[in-house]
């Protein structure tokens, strides 16, 4: 039975192309488990994926789609059973294996675990590798806070990047947990937004994405950086002695202009935080925290939903930072 999906390939006669195809099942990768896809997402790596503005993609053809969330058609794992809500992300799917921007994937079984009650197949990608990375982030520092006895409240937790997808759920994750959230986004535009997500205070990007001291005043006790390059070198140099950074993002650069003093004067800790290959023990606890923390109408009130056909366009403005939170693929429309 054919399906539809976005085809990305290159060639020396037309050169990187995404289009919408429809494909025979035959085409399938290799794989244990077969999914019909419910909803996918698109992340910024997709967006890079689909306008080849960066080497995300390292085989071709390729099916884009770093997240996907669906049911078990068909599996070869005694772990999974037709009928399974199913969720994926990263482990290299939509770059070196077919993605999740389908109506049908197949995957290896160990890169799937159970849609965690009481998420939706629409909730999950909803919060998707955006919000799964946030988690992430935020429980490193819930960690090194425990480790320090830093109890929330005791002082302010800056998110960069806070408009985009790891940076709105990063925002409501934080304020839930009793932290007082200061938001740095280049949209200003979206100040109230960020206050509905939890924010208490929020900031133009453009203090902290210029050259800085390698030292500043105390400030922080954690971050959340999405943004990379001036951005993580300014957080990290005005974070309080014994805070810890989560760095997880390039947006603004993948250098890091910075001296060695925040780590050597302050004792702050940097934490680089890898959502793709992450062992699943640590991605089922991130993802436990999303289900408990996340209900349907925050997560409707931070995505919007678009169909397969749209998604194309919309990786543009994902790179342009044009989207507010989170982008919902419905691969069925």
Same mark, same amino acid.
């Given at each position: ?5 976005? $085809? +990305?390939?290159? /060639?020396? &006669? ?10 025979? !099942? ?5 794989? !244990? ?12 790596? @997709? ?29 070869? @794992? ?19 294996? $077919? ?10 079984? @160990? ?11 629409? @909730? ?45 759920? &990063? ?28 924010? &208490? ?8 994405? &210029? ?9 922080? +006790? ?64 991130? $993802?436990?925290?999303?289900?408990? /923390? ?40």
């Amino acid at each position: 039975m054919p399906f539809r999906a976005l $085809w +990305i390939d290159k /060639t020396d &006669a037309s050169g990187y192309s995404c289009a919408l195809t429809e494909l025979p !099942d035959e085409r399938l990768p290799a794989g !244990d488990v077969t999914v019909q896809v419910a909803y996918s997402t698109l992340n910024y790596k @997709d967006a890079l994926a689909i306008t080849g503005r960066s080497p995300v993609v390292r085989q071709f053809p390729m099916v884009p789609g770093i997240d996907l969330a669906g049911t078990v058609l068909a599996s070869d @794992d005694g772990r999974f059973r037709p009928g399974d809500a199913v969720l994926l992300n990263g482990w290299g799917v939509g770059e070196v294996h $077919w993605g999740g921007l389908a109506q049908r994937a197949r995957v290896r079984a @160990d890169w799937l675990q159970p849609l965690p009650a009481p998420l939706s197949a629409w @909730d999950a990608m909803a919060i998707g590798t955006a919000g799964y990375t946030a988690a992430l982030c935020v429980q490193a520092l819930q960690a090194h806070w425990a480790a320090q006895g830093v109890a929330p409240g005791s002082g302010e937790v800056l998110v960069t990047g806070a408009a985009g997808g790891v940076g709105s759920i &990063a925002v409501v994750l934080l304020a839930r947990a009793g932290h007082r959230v200061v938001a740095s986004t280049g949209r200003v535009q979206e100040a109230e937004y960020l206050r509905q997500l939890g924010a &208490a205070e929020v900031i133009d990007r453009a203090t902290l994405a &210029a050259p800085g001291k390698p030292l500043q005043k105390e400030r922080w +006790i954690g971050v959340v950086d999405a943004v990379g390059s001036h951005t993580l070198a300014n957080a990290c140099a005005s974070t309080r002695y014994g805070g810890a950074v989560a760095a997880c993002g390039l947006a603004q650069g993948m250098d890091l202009p910075a001296t060695v003093a925040p780590f050597i004067l302050r004792g702050v800790t940097l934490y680089g935080i890898d959502s793709v290959m992450a062992p699943m023990p640590r991605r089922q606890a991130a $993802w436990a925290l999303l289900a408990q /923390t996340l209900d349907h109408a925050t997560l409707q009130s931070l995505s919007r939903t678009i169909g397969l056909a749209e998604a194309i366009d919309a990786a543009s403005a994902v790179l342009a930072g044009q989207v507010r939170g989170r982008l919902v693929v419905d691969v069925n429309t």
